[in-house]
């Protein structure tokens, strides 16, 4: 594992690890948050400028900033190209950061200033990170899936970025009228399967073989995850937009045959692991993966009968995929990667010439199960209690999943302090 994540030519880990940390803080953030919506959740409000502003919590604060991190550093390990400007990187997080801090307080509390300053500080700080990936690509020594994840992701990227700011001037003038929900859901599905999604699938195809020890395992499940994926929330969004029923089922098809292939080729690692047992980050891994089966059997119920009309549903659909099927993968990826990275930076000079502790050693795998449980019961409470329309089950859970972040936030400032 260690010749697969170690940064090349001296690389600075200070890059990735400011990333991380501020997504550690938001995820923080965001669960306290769910607690103060569980209210809004139980009646399905997704409409909600309480449930938005914690929504971007997770999505722009968690997810995004955690991806930012891990292309910082991975792109020169997976593609064999350093990052184009380490000194651009900087920028973008000084940018991004505060921007989606405020730019979530804003929406929560219906602001239009930190609406403005907010969405201005993210949408610099994405254009930054976007010159400073497409600028790193076309240096690539590997141009494989992977590379092509990157691409197609960092594309949808800015297209979230488009709906997005469309959303927010519509929140001003209400322009969309009655496409107001349609425009949300394509924002939705191009954040979380264009963006988020895709590069899951990229970087599990670099990263799950290496800590499964799986490396002779079939991988062409991975290309057709990411053509049907691609084409299917194209399709999708089109659909959606121009209100044609038959191109969205067409577009949700496309997309389930990409999530299906993604968890068969995620299969096909399992199976052929030489370790037969599954450590804390990968069990978490494995979780998100059901999750995400789980949302994608949701997906033809809400296109059927979801949004203004269930709209519960619709949000219970959200829950699953995004807390479920994509957070918690995260969380597991953080857990192998994360302290690999502290060891490396305090440890690696010292071997040989000292005790030293192993990676396992940074963090507590009794504690980081115990998270493992709590966020899952967590998710599936969430789903089962917005289903049914109960704030006290909505509320529990919420509760029962905001510790289990609490474990994880204890876990990497214990990693970080070097602790063992």
Same mark, same amino acid.
């Given at each position: 594992?260690?010749?697969? *994540? ?12 400011? +990333? ?6 938001? /995820?923080?953030?965001? #669960?306290?948050? =769910? ?5 809004? /959740? ?9 449930? #938005?502003?914690?929504? +971007? =919590? ?46 979530? #307080? ?35 020594? @590997? ?32 322009? =969309?009228?009655?496409? @107001? ?26 990263? /799950?073989?290496?800590?499964? %020890?799986? +490396? ?12 049907? *994926?691609? *084409? ?7 659909? *959606? ?41 990968? @069990? ?34 959200? %829950?699953?995929? %995004? =807390?479920?099927?994509?957070?918690? +993968? ?19 000079? @010292? ?30 409470? %969430? ?14 859970? #919420? ?22």
């Amino acid at each position: 594992m260690g010749a697969g *994540l170690a940064p090349a030519g001296g690389a600075s880990l200070l890059l990735p690890a400011q +990333h991380f940390a501020a997504a550690v803080a938001f /995820l923080a953030l965001g #669960a306290a948050g =769910l607690v103060w919506i569980a209210p809004e /959740l139980a009646r399905g409000l997704y409409l909600s400028p309480r449930v #938005a502003g914690v929504t +971007h =919590l997770f999505t722009l604060g968690w997810l995004t900033t955690t991806i930012f991190g891990a292309l910082y550093q991975l792109l020169p390990v997976a593609l064999g190209a350093p990052v184009y400007s380490e000194r651009l990187g900087h920028a973008s997080w000084c940018a991004f950061v505060p921007g989606v801090a405020v730019f979530a #307080a804003g929406v929560a509390a219906g602001s239009v200033p930190l609406h403005h300053v907010g969405i201005t500080l993210v949408v610099t700080g994405v254009l930054l990170l976007l010159v400073n990936v497409a600028c790193t690509l076309p240096r690539a020594q @590997r141009r494989d899936v992977t590379w092509a994840a990157v691409a197609i992701a960092i594309t949808f990227l800015a297209s979230t970025l488009v709906l997005g700011v469309a959303l927010l001037h519509n929140l001003h003038t209400g322009f =969309l009228a009655e496409q @107001r929900v349609r425009v949300l859901a394509i924002h939705l599905h191009v954040a979380l399967v264009g963006w988020a999604l895709i590069m899951m699938v990229g970087m599990s195809h670099r990263l /799950l073989p290496m800590f499964l %020890l799986a +490396h002779g395992a079939d991988t062409s499940g991975t290309r057709r995850a990411l053509v049907f *994926l691609t *084409l299917g929330v194209t399709v999708l969004a089109a659909g *959606l937009a121009r209100g044609h029923p038959a191109c969205a089922w067409v577009g949700l098809v496309l997309l389930e045959a990409g999530i299906v292939c993604f968890l068969l080729q995620a299969h096909r690692f399992f199976r052929a692991r030489v370790r037969p047992a599954l450590d804390v980050g990968l @069990r978490f891994v494995a979780v998100a993966l059901g999750f995400l089966a789980v949302g994608a059997v949701l997906g033809p119920a809400v296109l059927a009968w979801g949004g203004a009309r269930h709209p519960r549903l619709a949000v219970a659909y959200v %829950l699953v995929g %995004l =807390l479920g099927g994509v957070l918690l +993968h995260v969380v597991g990826y953080f857990y192998k990667i994360v302290p690999f990275l502290a060891w490396i930076s305090r440890y690696r000079g @010292r071997v040989g010439r000292e005790p030293v502790p192993t990676v396992a050693d940074l963090y507590s795998a009794r504690a980081a199960t115990v998270q493992l449980w709590a966020m899952t019961a967590g998710v599936a409470g %969430l789903a089962a209690g917005v289903a049914v329309g109960n704030l006290w089950i909505v509320r529990a859970a #919420a509760l029962l999943f905001c510790a289990g972040v609490a474990i994880f936030v204890t876990q990497i400032a214990r990693v970080a302090r070097g602790c063992h």
